[in-house]
């Protein structure tokens, strides 16, 4: 059963469906690695409000909101030695630098007040905690850490040490715990001993009020190109798999436009034999009455009463008759596909025979022929090779002109194969006829058919043998019978 052809309009929402569905596969995954990104870098991010949570805590374990810089700094070099944490930071209300630790990081006053910026290999977070921000249960504001540096122009301030303390019996001596500075009433408030001036003073230069992270973002970065990578490969098979399909929608079409077309020449085929049958038949039935005419025309010529003129007349009939009838005998052959019968046969053999028969006509053309290659035998039907052999030297004899020279050679090729060649020295055929000679009806000879080379190939076709057209070496045509396939002991060519 033959499916119905598809039509070439049905075939392009399919193609633009495919394309549609790869599109939305390419989208959802560039959808989906965006989330992958915003995750990653909100991951990134949630580390960073860690680093700083940490370094707050570690900046507010100082005694009455101060920390010495030597330990802090000490602290951040050890969060800075990791993969993760390129510098950090820590400036006073100025956007000045307080303590640094890692490797030199962006300019405080050129960052916002708050916020991230992210660049090709870092990422600069700034105030993700505020350390001036109170954390006790009472809500009460508190002062900004203050950095204590080891400078000696700071001692002030320092706390009292104890051998400091006033020794006049009129002093009112200070509560004990933290110099006589009492945390639970004055939590991170002015130490006594500082003005108040000095105070506010030292919370602008030294106070933390902020901090600027860098982060490094290289295995950010590793894993994103991995999973982009991943995606295009993804992307890519996609596309394979959309483009297969269409691949073989498109084939399937085209199956079934070349079943449909098959069948019609199935079609077509079967009316030809039988037209080439009734063809047959009728140039069969023609060849009666042709020689119902040529006998009459032969026996009027032979009358006594008959007039000169009427037997010139008659043997014209007789001439044309001849030749009409030759036409016919050679379209009936072709008419009727050869069934060879295999046996061994001598081709060299075949061809003195042949030979022979054409004697009359190589003596007419002062013409001979010439064998070369030793003896050898083949599979074929003798019938048909002597046919196919005197059409092609009869082509031959046609060809030359006087004093022609037609040369018949045999030989054996190495897969053992026989090759069987006809050549002359005549005018030989043009270059863009050599394939269109075999043709029905196609001839350079005026005289000539146009079936005897069409008989041929077709006698080959049966045989399994290839034939073909060349320049000869003569400077003529030479026709080259090959892949004749070797037999055992030839019977006597009769």
């Known amino acids: 059963m033959v499916h119905a052809e598809p039509k070439e309009r049905l075939l392009w929402p399919i193609r633009i469906g495919l394309a549609g569905v790869w599109i939305g596969i390419v989208v959802l995954l560039a959808v989906e690695y965006g989330r992958v990104r915003e995750q990653a870098r909100d991951n990134l991010l949630q580390r960073a409000r860690d680093i700083s949570d940490t370094i707050a805590l570690i900046s507010r374990s100082g005694r009455i909101g101060m920390i010495r810089e030597d ?135 030294r106070g933390v009020h902020g901090f600027v992270l860098t982060l490094n973002t290289a295995g950010m970065n590793r894993e994103l190109n991995r999973d982009l990578r991943m995606r295009t490969l993804l992307a890519f098979v996609a596309l394979l798999a959309v483009g297969g399909i269409g691949v073989a929608v498109s084939s399937w079409s085209r199956f079934n436009r070349l079943l449909l077309r098959l069948v019609r020449s199935q079609q077509q085929n079967e009316h030809l034999k039988e037209m080439n049958l009734a063809a047959a038949g009728l140039a069969h039935e023609t060849r009666n009455p042709l020689n119902l005419i040529r006998g009459l025309a032969q026996t009027m010529a032979q009358q006594e009463d008959t007039s000169p003129e009427t037997r010139d007349r008659s043997r014209q009939i007789v001439e044309e008759l001849d030749r009409v009838t030759y036409r016919l005998n050679e379209f009936i052959r072709y008419s009727k596909p050869p069934q060879p019968r295999l046996a061994p046969v001598d081709p060299s053999a075949v061809a003195e025979n042949v030979r022979d028969a054409l004697a009359a006509d190589l003596e007419e053309r002062h013409a001979a022929i010439r064998f070369e290659g030793g003896p050898a035998t083949v599979e074929a039907d003798e019938m048909l090779l002597r046919q196919l052999l005197f059409n092609l030297l009869l082509n031959a004899v046609q060809a030359v002109g006087e004093e022609g020279e037609i040369v018949v050679t045999t030989k054996q090729q190495a897969d053992r194969t026989l090759t069987l060649s006809v050549e002359d020295n005549g005018p030989g055929v043009p270059a863009e006829l050599r394939d269109e000679i075999f043709r029905p009806y196609m001839t350079t000879n005026a005289a000539g058919s146009g079936l005897g080379l069409a008989v041929v190939r077709q006698i080959c076709a049966a045989h399994d043998w290839r034939i073909v057209c060349t320049e000869s070496a003569l400077g003529g045509a030479c026709f080259t019978v090959s892949a004749m396939r070797p037999g055992g002991k030839a019977s006597p060519a009769s």
Do not use: C, Y
């Open 71 to 205: 330990r802090l700094k000490a602290t951040l070099d050890e969060l800075v030695r990791g993969e993760l944490l390129r510098s950090v930071m820590l400036v006073n209300a100025l956007g000045e630098t307080v303590v640094a630790a890692g490797e030199p990081g962006a300019s405080p006053p050129q960052l916002p007040h708050s916020g991230v910026r992210w660049e090709p290999d870092r990422v600069i977070v700034t105030n993700v905690v505020d350390l001036g921000a109170d954390e006790a249960s009472d809500s009460r504001p508190r002062n900004p850490t203050i950095v204590i540096p080891e400078s000696k122009d700071d001692e002030r301030i320092r706390p009292p040490r104890p051998e400091d303390a006033p020794t006049s019996p009129t002093t009112e001596a200070p509560p004990p715990g933290d110099g006589g500075w009492d945390r639970k009433r004055h939590p991170f408030g002015r130490p006594p001993w500082i003005s108040e001036s000095e105070f506010r003073d030292l919370i602008e230069r």
